[in-house]
């Protein structure tokens, strides 16, 4: 008995020899690749995204929870009219402590709530107490500008996770359509050939890992590695199949410029890639999922969610999954196009451009959900 014993101890540390000669090997030889691609640079993405104009022009500043956001405290000019920032990044004045009686509006959106083109105080947000209070809505309402250009669904229902609820809102206003739509390449510059094989979601969660994933993303390695795969991947992409599901939101000639650069070289050059064919921002499914959630986030606080269907300046009238949403759901929603396009005026006259109204449709957006809220029994 105690020879056996013998043997199969033996036979353990025989074992245990073999994998330690097998893994240490394997992992100096991890090191060393490491080491090698540290050297080299070899992580260094081939494909970049153009800044957006916003971007360019100094209003965003990287955000780890939602890509970006809005810098604090600005003062400068942005499409003949000044940005002006309160302490916490919202186009909006300092948010005081809440008062007894006050109403507050949490206004969440695109670059349409946020107001491109026109002064801050021209916002349907901005212009919002006026119009309750001419309507006799009866109580004090502060109204708080969270909008920021190119923002998604995703991105607003992350703020109002992660910060929105902090300022105390009666009522959220949700103004989302195109940008869950275009492709992955309209995001900031930050991104590279990985990150546009991405939706807005899977984008966040892989910026997020932890334990190995969390390693794997600082390592040059795996980067290098990732991002060649990424970059054949976009390389094999079939660019005559696709579906373009800007179509499914009234807006089936949309022209996307593309935005996509190859820096392999010296020079950045158009990387030549059919965008309208990559991933949307945000999928059909995300999209359906971040309204639920919106809806779930509100109701578990007893805060009030009112859903805009945004119109644009060649948007057609239409049903999609956001009408369809609010209608199943029973979520009060109102339709932007009335305002945007009303009877008798040229088509387009509302729009300094393809997407964002003059102070004007501003305007006549504040009289509408006016309207909208006054007519909800509380």
Same mark, same amino acid.
């Given at each position: ?7 199969? #101890? ?8 073999? =994998?330690? /000669? ?23 993405? +081939? ?12 209003? /965003? ?5 939602? !890509? ?23 186009? $909006? ?11 507050? %509006?949490? +206004?969440?959106?695109? #670059?349409?709530?946020?107001? $491109? ?19 006799? /809505?009866?109580?004090? %309402? ?10 998604? #669904? ?13 300022? &105390?809102?009666?009522? %959220? ?10 492709? +992955? ?10 990150? *546009? ?6 984008? =966040? ?6 334990? =190995?994933?969390?390693?794997?993303? @600082? ?21 005559? @199949? ?39 921002? %945000? $999928? +059909?499914? &995300? ?15 007893? *805060? ?13 009238? @239409?049903?999609?999954?956001?009408? &369809? !949403?609010? &209608? ?22 509302? /729009?300094?451009?393809? =997407? @964002? ?22």
């Amino acid at each position: 008995m105690a020879g056996e014993a013998s043997d199969a #101890s033996t036979r353990v540390r025989l074992r245990g020899r073999q =994998w330690l /000669f097998a893994i240490v090997p394997a992992l100096l030889l991890l090191a060393l690749g490491e080491g090698a691609a540290r050297l080299a640079l070899l992580a260094q993405p +081939s494909l970049r995204s153009l800044p957006l104009d916003p971007e360019s022009a100094g209003l /965003f500043r990287s955000d780890p929870d939602l !890509f970006w956001s809005l810098a604090p405290n600005l003062d400068r000019p942005f499409l003949g009219q000044r940005v002006v920032t309160n302490s916490l990044g919202l186009r $909006s004045p300092e948010v005081a402590a809440r008062e007894p009686a006050e109403f507050r %509006v949490l +206004s969440l959106g695109e #670059s349409s709530t946020f107001g $491109s083109g026109v002064a801050g105080a021209a916002t349907y947000t901005a212009r919002l107490p006026a119009e309750l209070a001419a309507a006799g /809505f009866g109580r004090p %309402v502060t109204a708080i500008n969270a909008g920021v250009p190119a923002y998604t #669904s995703f991105q607003s229902l992350k703020y109002l996770e992660l910060r929105g609820f902090e300022l &105390e809102p009666d009522l %959220v206003l949700l103004y989302h359509e195109v940008n869950d739509y275009l492709p +992955s390449s309209v995001r900031d510059s930050s991104q590279n050939e990985v990150g *546009v094989l991405q939706t807005d979601w899977q984008r =966040w969660e892989a910026r997020r890992g932890d334990g =190995w994933t969390g390693w794997a993303r @600082h390592s040059e390695l795996v980067g290098f590695l990732r991002l060649r795969l990424a970059r054949a991947q976009i390389d094999r992409f079939d660019q005559s @199949h696709f579906e373009n599901p800007v179509a499914e939101i009234g807006l089936p000639r949309i022209g996307i410029p593309p935005r996509l650069m190859r820096i392999d070289g010296d020079r950045p050059r158009r990387a030549g890639i059919n965008e309208k064919g990559l991933t949307a921002r %945000v $999928s +059909s499914d &995300e999209r359906r999922r971040i309204l639920e959630r919106f809806a779930d986030l509100t109701r578990d606080r007893d *805060v009030e969610l009112l859903v805009i269907h945004p119109a644009y300046r060649d948007s057609v009238a @239409h049903e999609c999954l956001l009408t &369809e !949403f609010a &209608e199943q759901r029973g979520v009060p929603w109102v339709e932007a196009r009335p305002a945007l396009h009303p009877d008798g005026v040229p088509r387009g006259a509302l /729009f300094r451009d393809s =997407w @964002h109204p003059v102070a004007m449709g501003h305007a006549r957006l504040a009289r509408l959900l006016a309207q909208r809220i006054t007519a909800e029994p509380r």
